[in-house]
């Protein structure tokens, strides 16, 4: 099974390549207009023989800083999810749908802006090409971006939260976007449900 591709950023994937050969060759991509405005590529971290990749949306302000997925304040909402459903996030590959970061600009704060179904699919081939190299058993899509990314633009995370989807692949299961638990309403009972999902999709993939 593979996300959406041959059409942006195909032109800049090696056609052969470990994660590192990826890596650099992303930080020349231009397969979409995002490049012009973001600091740098924030591209995928974590082991080549991965068993679960997560996947996000973009990186964020200060992810597009510091040049790695997940160092703001949802990665350390993630991180402290991923321990309490058991998960080893050094054991983990992290990546997003999209590498760089979209937003605008308000005075001098830099407010996310969701990338849009073609700046997505410009972006696929290089989510293709990790998952053809990590080629894990289990892909935990974070946010609705992603979700539709990996499983199409159908796809509702509302309707299949923590479900574990079977493919040719790999297994895939959806839940909702760290960066949504920061600014739900009541942010404890988000945290717990969060943490029950990624609990239950470890479960189903243990047996």
Not at 45 to 52: H, L, R
Not at 78 to 100: C, F, M, P, S, W
Request: proline fraction near 5%; charge should be negative; hydrophobic fraction near 40%.
């Amino acid at each position: 099974m593979g996300v959406e591709t041959r059409s942006g950023a195909a032109a800049f994937v090696p056609d052969s390549a470990d994660l590192t050969t990826l890596r650099e060759a992303a930080c020349d991509c231009h397969g979409c207009d995002l490049y012009k405005h973001a600091t740098q590529t924030v591209f995928g971290e974590g082991p080549q023989n991965a068993s679960v990749v997560l996947i996000g949306e973009q990186p964020g302000d200060q992810e597009d800083r510091q040049g790695h997925p997940f160092v703001g304040p949802a990665g350390r909402l993630l991180d402290k999810a991923l321990t309490e459903a058991g998960i080893d996030r050094t054991q983990v590959y992290l990546t997003n749908a999209v590498k760089h970061f979209k937003f605008e600009e308000r005075g001098k704060r830099r407010i996310h802006k969701q990338p849009g179904r073609t700046e997505v699919v410009a972006c696929s081939a290089w989510l293709n090409a990790e998952l053809a190299v990590v080629r894990p058993e289990l892909v935990v899509c974070l946010g609705a971006v992603a979700a539709k990314a990996v499983l199409g633009p159908s796809f509702k995370v509302s309707e299949q939260r923590g479900q574990v989807i079977s493919t040719d692949d790999y297994a895939v299961a959806a839940t909702v976007h760290p960066s949504s638990v920061l600014r739900a309403p009541d942010r404890d009972v988000a945290y717990e449900a969060f943490v029950a999902d990624l609990r239950r999709i470890r479960q189903a993939t243990e047996h």
